[in-house]
């Protein structure tokens, strides 16, 4: 396996593959830990429009091998909970 890989800023043509790293990693990470119900009607389309918006809103960055595929993502932005002061962001998520 190749482990050279490229990081950038997500634009949202991206959408559509870092949903599918989002619902794959979902359904092989937590087999057996989440009900399989809930990850059978894990949506491809569903997470491309969450991305989409998030994509315009936070800062989404994504890992793409040689071939340009996409293989991971991360997103991040403002500290939500308030509780945090000290901090100005956080990291909302990292897939592979």
């Not at 990850?39 to 918006?53: A, F, G, P, V």
């Not at 939500?80 to 592979?96: H, T």
């Amino acid at each position: 396996m190749d482990k050279n890989f490229k990081i950038r800023k997500a634009i949202e043509p991206d959408a559509k593959a870092i949903a599918k790293v989002h619902v794959d990693s979902w359904r092989t990470t937590y087999a057996n830990i989440v009900p399989d119900e809930y990850l059978i009607n894990l949506s491809y389309e569903n997470r491309e429009q969450l991305w989409i918006k998030n994509i315009s809103n936070d800062a989404v960055f994504v890992a793409e091998n040689n071939e340009g595929q996409i293989i991971g993502f991360s997103s991040g932005g403002k500290e939500r909970s308030g509780k945090y002061i000290e901090f100005e962001g956080e990291l909302y998520a990292i897939y592979l």
